[in-house]
């Protein structure tokens, strides 16, 4: 949660970017956002909670967004934008120029976006930046239609190096830290449900090769203990779905962060 405080209006996202998140103002590169509409889009959000602070009198808890670190505490961000960070500083030396012109509409999303659906951005680009790790997949394109005459599309069409084919991705992402559920069926139950349905309302007669990327967003260690206990032995069992990844994250006690966006099994 973002504590706001009688904090006065008029951010410049892009100056703060530039000195928190350069890696992010490289990716764009020359391709132009219209910097005046996300701070119009930042100024009316924060002047919103402003006017309920003054109706309270008192502190306004709001849900993290990806503005947090420059509403709150410029200079000094939390361990998940650290990763944050490291994520566009790894796209930039993972993607070719093109490819990079490709994911400047989701950069945008995440720029646009004042609640917690930023991190279903963050999690495509983090899975893409895990993927173009692999060194054998080429990004072709993003909102790649998955028939040819429809007009639903997958995240992205990767041409695979090693036998010339082509595969769509589809990322989806599962905020099970939102969820209170109790009991490892009732989880599985959720988890298998999200991913069954986005199959069923997309993935039918595909054009092409295609995978389901899970990306499951938890608060805190124990969640992620009870996921890896609970797929360790069997792991998700659905076709064409690939294993959770999750992020985590360590701090030593220099403050140095110690990242992870890692499978569960």
Same mark, same amino acid.
């Given at each position: ?9 008029? !951010?410049?996202?892009?100056?703060? #970017?530039? /000195? ?7 990716? *764009?590169? %020359?391709? +132009? ?74 950069? !945008?999303?995440?720029?646009?976006? #004042?609640? /917690? ?7 495509? *680009?983090? %899975?893409? +930046? ?14 790649e239609p998955i028939q040819s005459d429809s ?115």
């Open positions: 949660m973002v504590n706001i405080t009688d904090n006065p209006m008029e !951010y410049d996202v892009q100056s703060s #970017l530039k /000195k928190h998140m350069p890696g992010l103002i490289e990716l *764009l590169g %020359t391709q +132009n956002i219209s910097w005046t509409s996300i701070n119009k889009k930042l100024d009316n959000n924060l002047q919103k909670i402003k006017d309920e602070l003054n109706l309270e009198q008192n502190t306004v808890l709001k849900e993290a967004t990806f503005y947090s670190i420059i509403i709150n505490s410029p200079g000094r961000a939390d361990g998940m934008f650290d990763w944050f960070h490291t994520v566009f500083e790894s796209l930039l030396l993972n993607l070719t120029p093109n490819e990079k012109m490709l994911i400047c509409k989701t950069i !945008y999303s995440i720029l646009a976006a #004042l609640d /917690k659906g930023y991190l279903n951005f963050m999690g495509e *680009l983090a %899975t893409l +930046n895990e993927i173009k790790k692999l060194g054998k997949y080429d990004l072709i394109n993003t909102e007009k639903r599309c997958a995240d992205f069409l990767f041409l695979n190096k090693d036998d010339n084919s082509n595969i769509l991705v589809e990322v989806v992402n599962i905020h099970f830290y939102l969820k209170a559920i109790e009991g490892n069926k009732n989880i599985k139950q959720f988890i298998d449900g999200k991913l069954k349905g986005k199959m069923r309302a997309k993935f039918i007669k595909p054009k092409y090769d295609f995978y389901l990327q899970p990306v499951i967003w938890i608060k805190s260690e124990k969640e992620h203990e009870l996921l890896v206990n609970l797929y360790k032995d069997t792991g998700l069992e659905i076709d064409n779905v690939e294993a959770p990844l999750v992020y985590f994250t360590y701090q030593d006690l220099a403050g140095k962060y110690e990242h992870h966006f890692d499978c569960i099994y």
